[in-house]
Structures are given as C-alpha cells and as structure tokens.
C-alpha cells in the first residue's frame, strides 16, 4: 500500500470513531498490551470512571486534575487516554508535540455537550467585565472563551484567588457552581449545564439505603444536585472521596458518583464496605455510558494502530491551553 493510501485509509478508520476490527480471542490483551507500551514509549492514562481491568493496565489512574497534570510531565511518544473525549482534548493541548489516542471517539460528556462554544459565546457577551471560570468538563472549543479553568479538586482555589470586585462566570455545571457560591460566598452568574451521571441519583433510595445501613457515611461528588449534597456527610472531587474513604474511621460508605470508583476504594480499602447510590431508574449503580464505551479490545487496538487520533488547529491549542495552565500554576502554588 502507498503512503497516501495509507494515509487515506488512516483518516477514513479515524473517522468511524474506533477500530471496528476483529481482535484474536485468544489474544492476552494485558500481555499485548505491555508490549505495545514498550515498543511505542507510550503511557497508558486512565480515569476512576473507566472499567476495573483498564484501570489495572494503567500507568497512571486519576481525575481531571491529577490526569491534566501526568499528561503534562509525561515524556511518552504516545499517549493513550482511556477516558472521554475533552480529557484527552486536554491532554493534546499540554503535549502537542506528542500523538494522542482515545480508544473511542464517541466516548463524549453530557456535561461538556451542554455547553456549546457559539452558545456560551453570546452568553458570556451579556457579562464583559466578568472571568469566565469553566470547569475541565468542557470542549477545547469551550476553553478558548475561558480565562481559568478549575477541577472539583481545585474549584474552591480557583474561585478564591479571583479579587472580590471581579465578576465570575461559571461553566458549564450549574451543580457545581451552586455548591462553589454557597462554599466561597462569591456570586457567580451560572451557565446551566449538568451531568446526567450526576443528576439522577435517588433521592428516596438513597434515604432507604441510610436506613437500612445507619453506620453508613453519604460521601458525595459535589457535581450532584444540592439535595444530595446537603445531606452528604462529605462532598469532595473523586480522588478526595477515595482519601476521605481511606482515612476515616467508618467502614461503610454510599458513594454518590460514578461507580468505577468504587475499584480503587475497595482496593485501597478491602476490610471496607462500599455501596454504589442507586438512579432514578432499575439499574443497581450508576455508570456513565460515554466511560463504558473504553473497553480492552479498543485499548489494544488504539495502541496498536495508533488511532483515533485527537487534532486539533494550533490557535485552539495555544488559545485553549492558557486557561489550564493558569489552573496548574494556582494549583501548584496552593499545593494541590
């Protein structure tokens, strides 16, 4: 095959989104996988919310910040980000020397979709004189228009380290930016976007759930709504609830966010009990779809092919990439 050919065939695969290839069954796909990391220099990226076996072949498993900031120092050829789409948009914007893969291009956010770039731009045109703080669950396109962005992690700072006179905008979750005015006292003007991972947990299952188990603690992700929240007995990022599960001297905890968090509490803390808070819904736990579409096969073949490939324009990168590295530069300085 020429190399054009080969170039076009490139382009039409990364087009569908992921390989659509048959993989060997008898394959060892963590042997394979090894290997390709090996052979490539690549360094395999993994968020809380992916499967337990992805995670497990992981170089590093984190959330949005301590990802953004591995994807930073990392000095792979190649970065392989199981996760969703804007992580690794994150990721191409610190390292765009560097080749990117998602092994699944389809793998989007609710909460990053319910903020188009051309819509919040006629919005954040209502507020000249306002910082536009918009939280990492966002398009590249998105933190184009952003002056600082913020993790759950490092929220509270980002806001804090904004003068009192200046006006803020928070983008995109509304849930979050409810919880950040009531914890800094600041008057954000609120964009009104949600994840539908976060807004759907039961409010009346979970009281059951804490009749049922009264020892339990209701540990919560503050991109939940405000009636979960209030009666959380902490509310904190994904890497903060795993630590407050480590270090507390409960043995039971409910866990208000995406399930697959609860593999590395249940490693981090075997003796311990963790109980997934249950949707709106029949389903026992609450998985987002767009983390699920990551599977080993796609992993192996992403690598093996080096496909999908994140690209994006070069003024999207030097535009967009400014507000993250304002969140790193914060957040280093107050130790996060």
């Not at 190399?3 to 390989?19: I, P, S, V």
């Amino acid at each position: 095959m020429s190399n054009t050919a080969l170039a076009t065939a490139k382009e039409n695969l990364n087009k569908l989104g992921y390989l659509d290839l048959e993989v060997d069954p008898t394959l060892d796909l963590v042997e394979e996988i090894e290997k390709l990391k090996k052979e490539k220099n690549a360094i395999i990226l993994a968020h809380y919310y992916v499967d337990a076996d992805i995670q497990d072949v992981a170089d590093y498993v984190g959330d949005s910040l301590g990802l953004s900031q591995m994807a930073a120092s990392t000095e792979a050829d190649m970065i392989v980000f199981a996760g969703v789409h804007f992580m690794a948009e994150t990721a191409k914007m610190l390292s765009p020397s560097k080749t990117v893969v998602l092994p699944d291009l389809k793998a989007g956010c609710s909460l990053a979709d319910s903020c188009p770039a051309p819509l919040f731009k006629k919005f954040k045109d209502k507020y000249p004189d306002h910082k536009v703080v918009s939280y990492i669950n966002c398009t590249a396109d998105l933190k184009v228009l952003t002056d600082i962005c913020c993790t759950s992690t490092n929220a509270v700072h980002i806001i804090e380290s904004i003068p009192k006179d200046t006006g803020i905008i928070f983008a995109p979750d509304k849930n979050l930016g409810a919880w950040l005015k009531k914890k800094t006292g600041r008057d954000l003007v609120l964009w009104n976007g949600a994840c539908m991972v976060h807004e759907i947990f039961s409010n009346e299952k979970i009281t059951k759930l804490q009749v049922r188990h009264p020892e339990a603690k209701l540990i919560a992700h503050p991109e939940c709504e405000a009636h979960i929240l209030d009666k959380a007995d902490f509310v904190g990022s994904t890497s903060g609830l795993l630590r407050f599960t480590q270090e507390s001297e409960a043995d039971t905890f409910i866990v208000a966010t995406e399930a697959g968090i609860l593999h590395q509490m249940e490693l981090k803390s075997p003796h311990k009990t963790f109980i997934p808070a249950p949707p709106n819904n029949t389903c026992a736990c609450n998985d987002c779809p767009h983390m699920k579409r990551n599977s080993m096969e796609k992993l192996y073949l992403s690598m093996k092919h080096e496909l999908p490939e994140i690209h994006l324009d070069e003024e999207v990168i030097e535009k967009g990439r400014a507000c993250i590295d304002k969140m790193l530069d914060i957040s280093a300085k107050a130790g996060l």
